[in-house]
């Protein structure tokens, strides 16, 4: 049972990068599947989530329109796709399973190591 992502990086303001979280030992469309971040001295945030109960998404609403969250049940993987990235978007970026199949924000029942994104000039 594994959550493994990765891409994450340095960027300036205004650039794009596409985390991927490879997952093993879970079935995708049985849970709830998504990210969620942590910058230092902050609360978690739940980022984008996807709903195995009724398929919908969820986003962070300052995230909404730039991040896209998607899943691959074939490959096992969930993507998060993010656009016009801001310094404030700096943080560890983490990908969880729900086992509810619902999502609540940044709360989530496994997650593995995250990935460090920096936006900065």
């Known amino acids: 049972v594994q959550l493994q992502a990765s891409g994450g990086g340095l960027v300036q303001p205004g650039e794009s990068l596409t985390l991927s979280c490879a997952v093993s030992?879970?079935?995708?469309?049985?849970?709830?599947v998504g990210w969620f971040r942590q910058a230092p001295g902050k609360e978690r945030e739940g980022v984008a989530c996807?709903?195995?109960?009724?398929?919908?998404?969820h986003y962070l609403d300052s995230v909404e329109g730039r991040f896209a969250v998607s899943r691959d049940s074939a490959k096992s993987t969930v993507d998060l796709q993010m656009d016009s990235l801001n310094p404030e978007d700096t943080a560890v970026y983490y990908c969880?399973?729900?086992?509810?199949?619902?999502?609540?924000?940044?709360?989530?029942?496994?997650w593995g190591r995250g990935t460090q994104v920096t936006v900065s000039s």
């Open positions: 969880g399973i729900g086992f509810s199949g619902v999502c609540n924000g940044g709360r989530y029942d496994f």
């Open positions: 030992g879970f079935r995708l469309d049985s849970y709830a």
């Open positions: 996807i709903s195995s109960k009724d398929g919908r998404i």
